[in-house]
């Protein structure tokens, strides 16, 4: 995301920085706003609706009690991660996972790196573990790298489609 984030701004910031012109006036207004408008984009509009948002769709991704209808709504890419979900959920481990997200880092406006506790059977199995959400179709979901991580976490060796 950072890097599609960059690639997008390079035109933008480029133009910006071009003075080749060598004329005495002050840099023009549009390249300014467009530099105005591009900063604040190292978060959502609203950080706390995200946050909570990323909390509880987080929380709702590692219930065992969610259908895997629902989990997909919540996952990236959801409705093409179907193999992944299955491959955590088939894991015994995977339906007695939880999740308790502990801090939200927001990356861009529609990124975040996200600190969290997994639990198994309600024992902490990985503290502080890092992952990512990414908001899609205007919702903050758990992101498809960091279920591969779990799934490739918990020893399936085996090429997962989606992964």
Do not use: H
Request: glycine share 8%; hydrophobic share 40%; net charge negative.
């Amino acid at each position: 995301m950072a890097a599609a984030l960059v690639l997008a701004l390079a035109p933008a910031l480029a133009a910006c920085s071009d003075d080749s012109g060598g004329g005495s006036e002050a840099t023009p207004p549009t390249p300014t706003a467009e530099r105005t408008t591009s900063a604040p984009a190292t978060a959502p509009a609203d950080r706390a609706a995200a946050e909570a948002e990323i909390r509880q769709n987080w929380q709702k991704f590692f219930d065992p009690k969610t259908s895997t209808e629902d989990k997909q709504a919540v996952l990236e890419n959801g409705d093409r991660m179907g193999p992944v979900l299955q491959a955590f959920s088939g894991d015994e481990r995977g339906g007695q996972v939880q999740a308790k997200v502990t801090k939200v880092e927001f990356t861009s406006a529609t990124g975040a790196d996200v600190t969290y506790t997994l639990t198994l059977k309600g024992a902490t199995a990985l503290p502080d573990a890092s992952g990512s959400a990414v908001e899609q179709d205007g919702t903050w979901k758990v992101s498809a790298k960091t279920l591969c991580a779990l799934v490739q976490l918990s020893g399936n060796a085996s090429p997962i489609p989606g992964c």
